[in-house]
């Protein structure tokens, strides 16, 4: 198996003497499931940015699908990493001003040079296995927030890329809705995608990470596998962060 | 427009004991206004009808449209207005008529073309020079050309002022600070006086284009400004969307931002246009028998001389009913595209 | 983007811009040594040689160019200030009337908006000096015990007079920029989120309070910057004093390049005057601004 | 006055354009201004035609461009007209090289500023001025000439100014000032406007020489001199009683007459004086037979019998005790 | 036990044809605690919202504390209401240009015309109650949403309301406040107050609750006791939409 994402002693400081990452380091194989956990500000999301370089770090080194980064931020190798990797944000971030379609078409048109036929049918097909076709032709706002983030993840997927980054995907949703954009996960997760997710559902982690990863104040505080991090959590701040979720 | 004003009349009416004499102090505040407003609207109707001496605006009709352009020629600027009308008319109600429907912009687009050959003549046309313009087709002329030339321009600016490079960003903050702190008439008076001394002798602007030139770069300073607006209102996470895409720098610029932000300013735009189309009257200050300029000219006819009250009334009915056309056509325009992407 | 080449693309520009920029200053210079004009500010301390009707200072027509303009700047100052204040006072209360619950008034706000903002400026000032004031006539003025006169030469007001010029630029300046700044208002009174009507509502708060204590002041912070830009935009309004013969200071270089042709140094003088009464403006709004943020701490 | 000219002359422009580019007012009453049907009228206008006749040939071939006091100079050096026939006064500053640049034609209205009062207000000087309003039109000498009248009798005033004529008159009319000054043509034609002419008085009082002149660009003297004669032709004709309705007939006699060398020379026949100012020689005959003489254009535009009427006054040839006289046609 | 709201027949439509409330009738009684669950958009704000007129309605009536209003929205009943029943919303919606002490002391001052000493005395005594006085001074924006939300419950109580309406007090709350703001309320109801809670808290509802009211396409579904309502709900549509959080 080879490694997809691999970090060492990545550390980063927005403001200075507060870490937002301190010393991370990970690896993250072909074809697994690595789910990320914390509180609000322990530094998720700045960690996951980094894999496809929307945020720079200090110090450290990254290796991304072979392509090595650090602290230098080269833009073509970030350029060359992002075609090859997708993401998906808590708030959608679909582009209004353009129909689903067209949100899923623009990349593989601009940035892979297809033929417009060609990227609509790969489209098509992909909103197809998100189960939203009969949407090309809208716009987002007039989609509900669980389908939005579908077409997110189908526009993520358009690129064929060979890592899939989550940012909270469900926690902008509706109760009901969380469970249509999980399950679209799911499905990714069993077709042998690597992914990594940031999320607090439990569930999901239980069904689908082969690692769970929980970080705090920019460290990671434990690395395990789910079964053994949701029923016996070696670390006193993973329990307690555990406890408080299922309180709700 | 004209919708949401019967609307709320009826919804007016039906609450008018409600709301008009819900308390005394309102009750007060609806009579006063009902006495004064009648006291206007009769000596206002008492005026037009019976002391008005309409005759300076009736034999000079043709004069208000199309200033001095030859009588027998005067056919080439009326199908122009009447062909912008009719656009007009087919932009608000026209059917679902996909293909034209998609083409509208380049229609619209291709009137200035339109107009300029109806207006100036050549193939197949007797030529007419441009001193021989004048009245609302003027008007309209120096509105239509300066605000599409304005528009690419100020986004253009707006990118300028938007971009990372330290020198082209500082000429154009400069450029547009300068113009939007001078009033439009000192650059006008610049466009007609003095764009002459800065060119070579040989070289020689009709005046028409030196207004025109000067209204689009007063236009345009404010353009990119709305447009700038409009580019800091996307949220930085579209910009992160697209990076995560893959895309470069230009192709955010061409494909999230440049859309985006037209769309977020296009209130601002359209606000832009009728101020302008009500700006182009200080060119009768600058000697321009634009509208306003033919009215003045037509009260130095011995014959009419004095009867200022009615060309102001007749000039504002004018002014007043092409802005509208112009609201309502942009109100159309916004509505259509909140339809498409609501909460956009 | 590499860094040399940016270095390269912006050294490329400022190459065109400026090379442009001393083409064009050269023709200059040939068409001012062709048409004997030249360039100097030496006739600035001329006498003048023409009377103005108002001059808040002394000023006869044996004063210098330079201290004609000084009096039409200050007359600039004098008119933009009275009427930034009536505008604003004009404007709030049709912004008030326009979200308010009387529907007449309402309708009525929304009547005079649409036909104050779609008609010319230009027309209105015409409008108002040659059928409003001047219209009073001679023989319809009313007198209030010597202490109150109006005629259609203006109004004169124990001791002060305002000419009918000045006030009929007041009004077309007021009632134009009150239409421009009563939408400033409404929008920012809704720009206040629906949430804080319902919650003044619910605590049994009547509408009038609650405007007055929880909306404006939640709203001035997105009235102001709208506010400013109206206030810039009346100030460069104000210039159209030219149609209704008040001496402003556009008027009075008008005048001083007829008599001299001095047409350049005259368009330099005002674009500083203007650059000039901008800095006033914006540094009044912004220290206004700094104290509303001051007084409220929260944000 | 000739100097040694290339061949860049106005006059070849216009010629080859076969259309003169003249610039006038377009808002004085009797001077030039537009009618309901879009063309122009007045007596500036008609001398404009007068030049089309003698330079082109044909009095129609005009374009007129309305010009503001401030950019009539402008326009002039820029090129953008050819030349000038718009109430200009005729002013050494103006004239020379060192000045505005320009030259002037002759004279084709001797004017002076004056004041127009209403009759009931009893004003019949300046003295009455005293501390009044007075509208004037600005941008032109008018403001300079009325300041220093007042201060040259010591007595204060208070001015009124407006851009245009019309708002000089509609701010006097309204009562906005007791007075109005202006070129005396101009109040005159004002008033012949009003409702009740009879109730305004144009005081006698004047402060100024007005001499109103066409002009051209002071460097091109061809274009100068050619529009000097067509004046002093206009004036000649009428010493001579050449109108437009006898120019044929006078054609005829002085074909048929030899002797009669002045007229002979003066209509083109013997002498070939047009060529010398670029003209054809027939230009007299061009002018006369379209626009008429002096006196014929005068008595259509400010005569009795037309809508703004002014009596001639100053304005009469010398022989009839005004000041309008032509150099011999030699 | 006399009856504090009593709705009969409400119905109310924003656009025509779709019913936002479809002939709602409903009682509460003096001390009781009324949970209102349904999914989103099914009406449960606009009816809360009815209860101090915030929202009109077509047709129907209601009494609120002996109060009668009908369609006709009559101002001055609507206000007298208003001055004896509390609301609290989800988004807090306290005055940020106000102390938190001035949030709290504005209306009895303004409405009930008290003296601000006596006002103030009132609203420290609320804010220890509810464990906030430390604050009293600071501006919203200084405090977490839990807090905030804790202001807003004294807010409302500085009227000495007799009836205290809640529109999903908690959900724009982070998992870990949530349990501050429920705390408060639990205590509320153990002293007696009358309540009309919006919300998806479970385990709030089993707990405090009378009686729980399920809502879909503004029709009352059921009422039932809770323990009823949580393991044996009696309508299908009610099971489902139970089931549906159960699974996040
Ligand atoms: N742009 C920024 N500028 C300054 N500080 C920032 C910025 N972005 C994040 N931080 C800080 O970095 C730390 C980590 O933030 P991050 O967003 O990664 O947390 P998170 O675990 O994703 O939290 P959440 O669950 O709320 O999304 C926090 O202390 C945050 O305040
Ligand atoms: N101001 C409004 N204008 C038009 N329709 C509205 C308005 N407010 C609510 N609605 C509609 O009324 C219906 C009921 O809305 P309501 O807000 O009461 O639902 P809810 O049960 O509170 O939902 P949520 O759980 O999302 O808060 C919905 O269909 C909604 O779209
Ligand atoms: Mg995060
Ligand atoms: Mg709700």
Redesign the pocket.
């Known amino acids: 198996m080879e490694p997809i994402v691999v970090a060492k002693n990545l550390s980063k400081s ?2 200075k003497g ?1 870490r ?1 990452l301190d010393n991370v380091s990970l690896t993250v194989n072909q074809g697994k499931v690595l789910v990320v956990m ?10 996951i ?1 980094t894999f496809n370089g929307l945020e720079t770090f200090d110090r450290g080194e990254l290796n991304i699908l072979g392509i090595k980064i650090d602290s230098t931020h080269d833009e073509r190798k970030i350029q060359k990493i992002r075609r090859r990797v997708g993401m998906v944000f ?1 708030q959608f971030n679909l582009f209004p001003h353009l129909s689903i379609l067209e949100n899923i078409t623009l990349a593989p048109v601009h940035v892979q040079k297809r033929r417009q036929a060609e990227a609509e049918e790969y489209g098509m097909y992909l909103l197809n296995q998100m189960g939203i076709d009969s949407h090309a032709k809208k716009y987002p706002s007039q989609l509900s927030g669980g389908e939005q983030q579908r077409v997110a993840i189908a526009r993520a997927l358009a690129l064929k890329p060979e890592l899939l980054l989550f ?2 995907p469900t926690s902008a949703l509706d109760p009901e809705r969380i469970n249509e954009v999980l399950d679209a996960m799911r499905k990714l997760a069993r077709q042998g995608m690597t992914m990594v997710v ?1 999320t607090h559902e439990i569930g999901f982690a239980k069904d689908v990470s082969d690692q769970v990863l929980f ?1 705090d104040s ?1 460290k990671v505080i434990e690395t395990s596998p789910p079964n053994i991090f949701f029923s016996n959590a070696r670390h006193e701040r993973s329990r307690k962060f555990l406890n408080q979720l299922d309180k709700q | 427009m004209f919708g949401i004003y019967t609307s709320s009349l009826i919804i007016f009416f039906k609450n008018a004991r409600k709301t008009l004499f819900s308390n005394l102090f309102n009750t007060i505040i609806t009579l006063l206004i009902i006495l004064f407003l009648s006291v206007a609207c009769f000596n206002t109707f008492e005026w037009l009808i019976f002391k008005a001496n309409w005759k300076v605006v009736i034999s000079n009709l043709p004069l208000y449209a199309f200033g001095s352009f030859p009588s027998n020629e005067q056919w080439r600027p009326a199908t122009w207005i009447i062909s912008l009308l009719s656009l007009s008319i087919f932009t608000l109600y026209g059917p679902e008529w996909k293909w034209l429907r998609k083409h509208l912009l380049i229609l619209w687009v291709g009137t200035i073309p339109l107009g300029l050959y109806l207006l100036y003549g050549g193939i197949g046309l007797s030529p007419i020079m441009s001193r021989q313009w004048g009245g609302l087709t003027l008007t309209i002329l120096l509105t239509v050309c300066s605000s599409l030339l304005s528009l690419p321009i100020g986004i253009i600016l707006a990118l300028c002022r938007h971009s990372s490079l330290p020198i082209i960003q500082k000429l154009s903050s400069i450029f547009i600070d300068v113009m939007r702190a001078i009033p439009l008439i000192a650059v006008l008076f610049f466009g007609q006086l003095l764009i002459p001394l800065f060119l070579p002798v040989e070289i020689e602007i009709d005046r028409v284009w030196r207004a025109i030139f000067a209204f689009t770069l007063f236009v345009s300073a404010y353009i990119a400004e709305d447009i700038r607006g409009g580019l800091q209102s996307i949220p930085n996470t579209q910009i992160e969307a697209a990076n995560s895409l893959g895309l470069n720098q230009y192709q955010i610029i061409q494909f999230i931002l440049i859309p985006q932000a037209l769309r977020i300013a296009l209130p601002a735009l359209t606000n832009q246009s009728i101020g302008l189309f009500q700006n182009t009257s200080l060119m009768a200050i600058l000697g321009l028998v634009e509208l306003l300029g033919i009215g003045r000219s037509i009260l130095a006819n011995p014959e009419f001389i004095g009867q200022y009250i009615e060309v102001y009334v007749w000039l504002a009915c004018v002014y007043w009913i092409v802005c509208t056309i112009m609201a309502v056509l942009a109100r159309h325009l916004e509505q259509r595209m909140t339809i498409n992407q609501a909460n956009f | 983007m590499k860094k040399n080449q940016k270095l390269f693309l912006q050294f490329g520009i400022s190459i065109i811009f400026f090379g442009l920029f001393g083409i064009l200053i050269n023709n200059l210079t040939i068409n001012l040594i062709r048409t004997g004009l030249g360039f100097n500010f030496s006739w600035l301390f001329k006498p003048a040689s023409f009377a103005l009707a108002e001059h808040p200072l002394p000023y006869t027509s044996s004063d210098s160019y330079a201290w004609a303009l000084f009096i039409g700047w200050l007359n600039s100052l004098k008119v933009i200030v009275s009427s930034l204040i009536l505008a604003t006072f004009l404007g709030t209360l049709i912004g008030f009337a326009r979200t308010g619950t009387n529907s007449l008034l309402g309708l009525i706000s929304a009547g005079y908006i649409t036909i104050i903002r779609q008609t010319p400026l230009l027309l209105q000032l015409m409008f108002w000096y040659f059928v409003g004031f001047l219209g009073l006539k001679d023989n319809m003025f009313i007198q209030i015990k010597n202490i109150f006169n109006i005629s259609n030469k203006g109004i004169e007001f124990s001791g002060l007079t305002f000419s009918s010029e000045f006030l009929a630029l007041l009004f077309g300046l007021s009632i134009f920029t009150s239409a421009y700044i009563a939408e400033v208002i409404r929008g920012g009174i809704l720009s206040v989120s629906r949430g804080q009507w319902e919650a003044f509502r619910s605590l049994g708060i009547s509408e009038r309070k609650g405007l007055i204590r929880i909306i404006l002041p939640q709203a001035l912070p997105a009235i102001i910057p709208g506010l400013t830009s109206q206030y810039l935009n009346l100030a460069k309004n104000s210039t159209l004093a030219i149609a209704v013969g008040y001496s402003d200071i556009y008027a009075i270089n008008d005048t001083i390049i007829n008599q001299t042709g001095r047409a350049i140094e005259c368009f330099i003088i005002l674009l500083f005057s203007f650059l000039l009464l901008n800095l006033l403006i914006t540094n009044a709004m912004e220290i206004i601004n700094r104290l509303i943020l001051k007084s409220q701490r929260y944000s | 006055a000739t100097t040694n000219q290339d061949n860049s002359s106005r006059l070849n422009l216009i010629k080859n354009r076969n259309e003169l580019i003249c610039g006038v007012s377009g808002k004085i009453p009797g001077f030039s201004f537009l009618k309901s049907d879009g063309t122009y009228q007045g007596l500036d206008v008609d001398i404009c035609k007068a030049f089309a006749a003698a330079i082109i040939g044909d009095s129609e071939k005009i374009q007129y461009r309305p010009l503001t006091a401030a950019e009539r100079f402008t326009a002039i050096k820029t090129g953008e007209i050819d030349l000038l026939s718009r109430n200009t006064t005729f002013t050494l500053s103006r004239d020379s090289s060192g000045g505005n640049g320009l030259t002037f034609a002759p004279v084709v209205f001797h004017d002076g500023q004056g004041l127009m009062v209403k009759k009931e207000s009893k004003i019949s000087g300046l003295k009455d001025l005293a501390n009044k309003s007075i509208c004037v039109g600005s941008g032109t000498t008018t403001e300079q000439n009325i300041n220093d009248a007042f201060e040259s009798a010591s007595l204060p005033y208070t001015p009124i100014k407006y851009q245009d004529l019309n708002q000089v008159v509609a701010g006097y009319l309204q009562g906005r000032c007791s007075a109005m000054t202006s070129d005396r043509s101009q109040l005159a034609a004002a008033r012949s406007g009003f409702k009740n002419p009879q109730e305004h008085i144009i005081l006698d009082d004047v402060l100024s020489k007005e001499p109103l002149a066409p002009a051209s660009d002071g460097q091109d003297q061809k274009l100068a001199d050619a529009m000097r004669w067509v004046v002093f032709s206009l004036i000649s004709a009428e010493e001579q009683g050449i109108t437009k309705s006898n120019i044929d007939k006078k054609v005829q006699i002085a074909k048929n007459n030899p002797q009669l060398k002045p007229l002979r020379r003066f209509l083109g026949i013997d002498g070939g004086l047009g060529e010398k100012i670029g003209l054809s020689n027939d230009f007299v005959v061009k002018v006369i037979s379209s626009t008429g003489n002096y006196g014929e254009i005068y008595e259509r535009h400010l005569g009795q019998n037309s809508e703004v009427p002014i009596p001639r006054g100053q304005n009469e040839l010398y022989k009839k005790g005004g000041v309008h006289i032509s150099p011999p046609f030699n």
Do not use: H, I, W
């Open positions: 927005y403001t507060l937002a914390g509180p609000s500000g322990s530094g998720k999301s700045t960690l940015r808590q940012d909270e940031v970080m920019g």
